[in-house]
Structure formats: structure tokens, C-alpha cells
């Protein structure tokens, strides 16, 4: 079976499919038994990461509960900056924890971007294991965070409500910040064209806190850089989709559309799947957008929510996903009542 025949991929490349293809954002996590197991195998999250046999069983997992029409690296976002040099780890129950970035002389201490590759091996040989244990009508998606996201954590050591340390950062010191981010683009460009080269169909590219971008400042900082990705790897991998995803951009979505050259839009759970259809589905794949909340509380709302967004994305591509990632509390029968749903168009 050739790639065009794997849903993803032709959904991608702009085809409506009558059932539009599906996965879910973590779907490789703590909400599934088989994860818990192997997580306690491996001794902690980064170590989990590092190992790349269970890495690839972990990303494996849902495919085989679910049938599930693509498979996402099991990594980190963070991986990136501890290969630049930034100490990393995660505490149980409270997130990661790094170095913070507080300063010029900080950034400069930073590893240059080519050097990430030895420390990234683990993740390159994990996507060439899952490559080929897949079945052949599953895609492989790498990811990377984009580089506002990744920042954000580097620059205040830790996830933050309000981005409020890197707004700082960048107000008090635009000079050292840009070079912060132009040294995270650089390093993205090389660790999703790695991914490539090691197997991976479809790049996602995850800018979480893209929302807290106001202005000029979405410009700069959530499309520049992602078009820049964007662009630097349609050169090296033209056959390669992307999707990305600007979370509570707002009405900024459709600038990021317009501009970023991404095949696909990812939206988040907060966008009105109408809305979305008129203003973004008419130039791009759509990604999206269930509530997670569905998969912890199930029953007729999840159904109707789910038929809903089907109807409201029937008419153009759109890759049935949920509006954020499903969360520990996620249940697994909720995904599968989710998926029966969809399947049954």
C-alpha cells in the first residue's frame, strides 16, 4: 500500500473523505493502563523518552487499542533544550523543571543547533523502530514544539499560567530573546528534518501558548518562526505535510493560516467548528477540535459534540482530533465510543 492511500496523508493533501481519519493529541499517555506499566518499567519520563524500544511500544500502544489512523513519537517538546545544554527534569505530578534563561550570557552558553543531533539519536532510532512496525495504512507523525512555546518554558525554568516570564524576557531585552528564538528555529529545522530522514510521514509542530501572543508579537514570534520552519523543510523534504497548531490563537488563526504555510491548522477546543469551516477549512486541512473534557465524561454529549464537529468539516479535509491533549483522567472507552461514532458515517 502506497503512502497516498494512508487517510492522513490524503486528507493532508486535501482530499474530503467521507470519515475523515483520526488521532489524538497524547494519545500515547498516562490514561491508558498498558502506559502506566511501561512507565514503571522504564523508571521515569525522561528515561522512558531515551529508551527507544519502549518509546516506540509507547507510541504503539493506542494504535493497537485503537486502530487509530496515525502514530505520534512518543518524545517531549523539552527534549530540544536539554540538548542544548539546559538541565532538565520533570518532578511527579508538577511538571518539568530547567535551567532558567535569565540573561544574554545564558543563551550564550547554549550548545550551537548542529551539535543536537548525539544527544537526539535515541528519538531519530525510535521513529526507525516504529517505522517499521507499523501497519502500512498507518502514518508516522514526528512533532517539535514551536519556538515561542519551547522559550517559554526555558526562560522561566518551568510551565507558567500566563507566559508572564518570557513577555518580561522579551520587553526588557528584545535582542537576547530573538536570539534565544532564532537558535530554537535553527534547532527545530534540524531535529523534524532528522525525523524525516528516519521515517516520520507528517511533521506537527505544537505551539501551546501561542494564545498569549498579542499584536506584533504574534507576528513575530508565533508566524515567523514557524513559517520559517515551514518553509526550510518544505526545501529539504517537499512531500513532507505539516500541521501546526497555534493554540487560542483567536481570530489570529487565520493570519497563522494565511501565512505560515502549514497543510494543516490544528484548533483548539475553544474555536466554533462553524467558524472554523467558513473562515480556515476553505484554504487548509483542518485539525480538531473535541473537548478533552468529552473523554473523561463520555456519553450523549461527547456523541453529540463529536457529530457536530463531523458536520461542521464535511466538506473540505479534516482530521478528526481532540481541541487539546486527552489528560490522565481520560478514559478509554470515552476514545472508543469517540471513534466508533466517526466510523460509523
Not at 543536537?116 to 495504512?137: C, D, G, W
Amino acid at each position: 500500500m502506497t503512502k497516498s492511500n494512508k487517510n492522513i496523508l490524503r486528507a493532508l493533501a486535501g482530499e474530503t473523505l467521507k470519515t475523515p481519519p483520526i488521532w489524538v493529541m497524547r494519545q500515547a499517555g498516562r490514561y491508558l493502563p498498558e502506559y502506566r506499566k511501561l512507565r514503571a518499567k522504564a523508571g521515569d519520563f525522561l528515561s522512558l523518552c531515551y529508551n527507544s524500544e519502549l518509546a516506540a511500544e509507547v507510541t504503539l500502544q493506542p494504535i493497537e487499542r485503537f486502530k487509530l489512523d496515525a502514530a505520534i513519537i512518543f518524545a517531549d517538546i523539552l527534549l530540544i533544550p536539554q540538548a542544548l545544554g539546559s538541565e532538565l527534569s520533570f518532578l511527579e505530578g508538577d511538571g518539568p523543571r530547567l535551567s532558567r534563561i535569565s540573561n544574554k550570557n545564558d543563551i550564550l552558553k547554549l550548545k550551537p543547533a548542529n551539535s543536537i543531533h548525539e544527544h537526539l539519536a535515541p528519538i531519530y532510532n525510535t521513529v526507525s523502530l516504529v517505522a517499521e512496525q507499523l501497519s502500512p495504512k498507518v502514518a508516522l507523525i514526528g512533532f517539535a514544539g514551536a519556538p515561542w512555546t519551547v522559550a517559554t518554558y526555558m526562560i522561566a525554568g518551568k510551565g507558567t499560567k500566563d507566559q508572564g516570564p518570557a513577555h518580561k524576557f522579551l520587553k526588557e531585552d528584545k535582542d537576547s530573546f530573538e536570539m534565544l528564538i532564532n537558535l530554537l528555529t535553527e534547532a527545530t529545522i534540524l531535529y523534524l528534518s532528522k525525523q524525516i530522514d528516519a521515517g516520520a510521514e507528517v511533521i506537527k509542530i505544537f505551539d501551546s501558548w501561542a494564545g498569549s501572543l498579542k499584536g506584533e508579537d504574534f507576528v513575530n514570534y508565533a508566524i515567523i518562526p514557524i513559517k520559517k520552519i515551514i518553509t526550510a523543510l518544505n526545501k529539504l523534504h517537499p512531500d513532507v505535510p505539516i500541521i501546526a497548531f497555534p493554540r487560542e490563537a483567536g481570530l489570529k488563526y487565520i493570519d497563522f493560516a494565511n501565512e505560515t504555510g502549514a497543510n494543516c491548522i490544528a484548533i483548539d477546543h475553544s474555536v466554533d467548528p462553524e467558524w472554523a469551516a467558513t473562515n480556515l477549512q476553505i484554504d487548509s486541512c483542518i485539525q480538531g477540535n473535541l473537548n478533552p473534557k468529552h473523554m473523561i465524561t463520555g456519553g450523549k454529549a461527547l456523541l453529540e459534540e463529536t457529530t457536530k464537529i463531523l458536520d461542521c468539516f464535511s466538506n473540505g479535509p479534516h482530521i478528526f482530533n481532540l481541541g487539546h491533549g486527552i489528560t490522565p483522567d481520560g478514559k478509554p472507552e470515552n476514545l472508543q465510543l469517540m471513534i466508533d461514532r466517526i466510523r460509523s458515517t
